[in-house]
């Protein structure tokens, strides 16, 4: 069992890996906008969570509020692209030896303007240089089935999210992002 889990933004899509985590957690603080009527159906696992209703519009006091619980043992997070400060403040709040999930949608993957590198590059290569923390990307593609694409449902991005938390790669791409202008519209 861990210690503190983190679930941020995974009470839609990714409440099934939000459990996981959860379930071998000692105390799981969930995060998002709507967390307060956020239940997972158990009594005993709803017991041991902490569901915070905040929005990172307000990055600095965000942090604040998740610095009262840290440090965490493992983080499973969907966060928007812009949070950049959110984003570069995750580490700090990581306990040594903790496990970093970050999931992103497909976009995160491509390169910036004027050829800059891609965020998830940038987090890639910003969190490489952490020796006491393992970071795990899940990017989220699409599925290619009898001649049509379709976005990932909530299973299959649940299913990456675990098995990067089961055995940590440093980016694990669900479903495929080839060809690129095969993805849905």
């Known amino acids: 069992m861990t210690g503190n889990a983190l679930l941020l933004g995974t009470t839609g899509m990714l409440a099934a890996a939000a459990r996981h985590a959860a379930l071998q957690a000692e105390k799981a603080v969930i995060v998002s906008r709507k967390a ?10 709803d017991g041991k969570c902490e569901c915070l ?6 990055e600095p006091a965000f942090l604040g509020a998740l610095e009262e619980y840290a440090p965490f043992d493992i983080a499973l997070t969907w966060i928007r692209p812009r949070a950049e400060l959110l984003r570069a403040a995750l580490d700090a709040l990581m306990a040594p030896g903790g496990l970093l999930v970050e999931v992103m949608g497909s ?18 290569d910003a969190l490489a240089a952490q020796p006491d923390l ?12 009898n001649g049509a694409s379709r976005w990932l449902n909530h299973e299959e991005i649940s299913a990456a999210a675990i098995a990067q938390m089961e ?5 694990r ?10 993805r849905p519209q």
Do not use: C, K
């Open 36 to 45: 307060g009527d956020f239940s997972f159906g158990d009594e005993a696992l």
């Open 53 to 58: 209703s905040l929005s990172y519009d307000d």
């Open 107 to 124: 976009r995160s993957i491509l390169t910036g303007e004027n050829g800059a590198p891609s965020i998830a590059t940038l987090r890639a």
């Open 134 to 145: 393992t970071y795990a990307q899940v990017v989220l593609g699409f599925v290619r089935e």
């Open 167 to 171: 055995m940590p790669l440093p980016r």
């Open 173 to 182: 791409i669900a479903g495929t992002l080839e060809p690129w202008d095969a």
